[in-house]
């Protein structure tokens, strides 16, 4: 495992009191493996990305309990020096929106070099080497006039490619991508996605990818795990999440996304909206909405129970 | 680029013809000079005498006329008050005096005000943050001369430190130059502070923390790069009031700059001089303005490409 997290809780104080956004969330990643973060806004996914960082929004949320361990070190305990030696070295996130990733005022050349200069120091003629080789890896064409180039003169997809060579600029064991795609147009998408396919392929790095896309977890993912109000309700691999959900709310999400192969005609929707997380139900937070839910659902959190190889739901009654 | 700098100069130019006919327009709606120029029980005929040889019988449009044609060779006339001196003369003895209170307040303003805004926001909340906040609340609402003659009485009578007024080297301008600075220290820390937090809460400064940049690379090259800007935009009006400031704060401490010039001129009509302190004044603004725009573009590659 190059990523092991267990029962990872953040906490967030704020005017409405203390919510829990990530609430005992557990998981691990393999080397070259792609875990899907699935979940509706607010389900805890972009924090708990966040929150591997350990760049969690200060001073409002912090972790409370559990244990962060990436590559066998415990970067809980990291002071914030080693912490900042560790990001963009052995774990780094590429962010949802490419239009506001980058610095307006910084070349792009300075950008990408100050990203290798942190981890490798070198003499800037080095690095320059570097950075358009890195530009040039990442499929940007001309890669020496983009160097110069501000953040505003390139495209979307481009300025995606320029956010992608700086979180990858360190050959980091993990990487984050917090909806990397979801603000480019659909065949950028795809060939963002195919780029990191092939990067995955190339450099054996782990991705946890954070979506709401089940066409991107299709494309992308070897395993998925679905959050719902902070926490993880169903992990399991993506074939067995598409064909045989174990989680009510897991099969109504893969229920409502539209297919070429069935007829035409009104997508299923979820009933209900999900929970505010200060006013959480006691029992099972999907309870309210679930079809199957009963007494015991609506009163008792349920527990984690794998429900085939490698699957498991927190669920009282999964469907198996 | 070049372009946008000539635009702006042009423009520059407009408002100090503007400028102009306001000055020509304000003074001569004070009244006439002629009164304190001559006794009580001068006749009707030495009034008339001496409105005849002044000009100041021709109608108005050509009185500007010829205000404005001589100004443009820097020609104000003759003063009233200081017989014997042109008005340029006056003021180009007692502006640099001005200039050199003008800058250090500038100076004091920016090295306070920065990193005060920047430290402000980074650690928004905490005691750091309520004592600037506090501080800057309370220096925009005193008003200059008041907090000089308080400082007077702290600094100059009460501990002896420093004098209490009159022109000399940097001691005999620190009191004045704090009085002037106090206001903009106010105003340039709270725009810097706004500035800062909605830098700070941006993507590409989470991006900058993601790579593992040092917090002080994330602060101020990273966030305040971008922040500059607004701090920025209010260093022309921060030029300029550093020097409309320095009117009150030169009086009240026997500074003889163009300030405290200004007011005797007005005292005594001197209607030459007053109109060379207000178009050295009004060019001064000007000049800040056309500048902060260039370094807006140069902070900004933004405006330099749009």
């Excluded at chain 1, 050349?109 to 950075?131: C, D, K, M």
């Excluded at chain 1, 481009?158 to 659909?186: N, W, Y």
């Excluded at chain 1, 045989?244 to 997508?267: F, I, N, Q, W």
């Excluded at chain 2, 209170?101 to 926001?121: C, F, N, Q, T």
């Amino acid at each position: 495992m190059v990523l092991d997290v267990s029962n990872l809780s953040v906490q967030i104080r704020g005017k409405a009191g203390v919510i829990h956004p990530v609430d005992d969330v557990s998981f691990s990643l393999r080397p070259g493996e792609t875990l899907g973060l699935v979940g509706e806004s607010g389900s805890g996914k972009s924090m708990t990305g966040l929150a591997l960082m350990r760049l969690l929004p200060q001073p409002a949320a912090r972790i409370t309990q559990g244990r962060i361990t990436l590559a066998g070190q415990d970067i809980l305990a990291f002071s914030d020096r080693q912490m900042r030696s560790v990001r963009g070295r052995d774990i780094s996130m590429i962010l949802q929106d490419p239009q506001t990733s980058l610095n307006p005022v910084w070349r792009i050349g300075a950008q990408v070099i100050e990203a290798l200069r942190l981890h490798a120091p070198g003499p800037s003629t080095a690095l320059r080497v570097r950075a358009v080789e890195l530009l040039r890896w990442l499929g940007i064409p001309a890669p020496e006039a983009r160097m110069r180039a501000f953040p505003h003169e390139l495209s979307g997809g481009m300025r995606q490619r320029v956010v992608g060579a700086i979180a990858l600029s360190s050959a980091p064991k993990v990487l984050i991508a917090d909806e990397p795609t979801t603000a480019l147009d659909v065949t950028i998408q795809a060939q963002f996605l195919r780029l990191l396919r092939d990067i995955q392929a190339e450099t054996g790095l782990s991705i946890l990818f954070i979506t709401h896309d089940f066409g991107v977890v299709a494309r992308l993912c070897h395993r998925v795990m679905v959050m719902y109000a902070g926490r993880v309700v169903e992990t399991g691999p993506v074939r067995r999440i598409f064909s045989a959900p174990a989680h009510p709310y897991t099969r109504a999400l893969v229920a409502s996304v539209p297919r070429l192969d069935t007829p035409e005609g009104r997508l299923p929707a979820i009933p209900g909206q999900p929970p505010a997380l200060w006013s959480l139900p006691s029992g099972c937070a999907f309870a309210p909405r679930c079809p199957l839910a009963d007494a015991r659902c609506h009163l008792k959190a349920p527990p984690t129970v794998v429900t085939a190889p490698g699957q498991s739901a927190a669920c009282w009654r999964p469907v198996a | 680029m070049t372009r946008f700098a000539l635009l702006r100069l042009v423009q520059s130019l407009v408002s100090l013809f503007a400028i102009t006919v306001i000055v020509f327009g304000l003074s001569h709606a004070t009244g006439s000079p002629i009164d304190t120029m001559l006794p009580d029980d001068a006749t009707t005929e030495q009034i008339a005498a001496l409105s005849r040889n002044l000009g100041l019988d021709e109608p108005l449009w050509r009185q500007y006329l010829v205000f404005l044609g001589n100004a443009l060779q820097g020609d104000f006339g003759m003063s009233l008050k200081w017989r014997g001196q042109s008005a340029m003369g006056v003021v180009l003895d007692r502006l640099p005096a001005t200039l050199r209170l003008g800058g250090l307040a500038l100076l004091i303003s920016i090295a306070v005000a920065i990193p005060a805004g920047v430290v402000s926001a980074v650690r928004r909340g905490t005691w750091a943050d309520h004592l600037v906040r506090g501080f800057a609340l309370f220096g925009q609402s005193i008003p200059a001369f008041w907090l000089g003659i308080v400082l007077i009485w702290i600094f100059a009578v009460g501990l002896g430190w420093l004098p209490t007024s009159g022109h000399g080297g940097l001691a005999h301008m620190i009191l004045p130059a704090i009085s002037i600075a106090a206001f903009q220290i106010a105003a340039l820390t709270r725009l810097t502070r706004s500035a800062m937090l909605e830098v700070l809460d941006t993507e590409y400064v989470k991006l900058a923390r993601i790579k593992g940049a040092s917090e002080t690379a994330v602060v101020w090259r990273h966030a305040f790069a971008n922040a500059a800007i607004v701090p920025l935009t209010y260093f022309g009006v921060l030029a300029g009031s550093v020097l409309t400031g320095s009117i009150v704060v030169e009086t009240v401490f026997g500074w003889p700059g163009a300030g405290w010039l200004a007011i005797e001129a007005i005292r005594a009509r001197d209607f030459p001089v007053i109109q060379a302190v207000v178009m050295f004044f009004a060019l001064a603004f000007l000049l800040a303005n056309v500048l902060v725009d260039l370094l807006y573009a140069w902070v900004d590659p933004r405006v330099r490409h749009g």
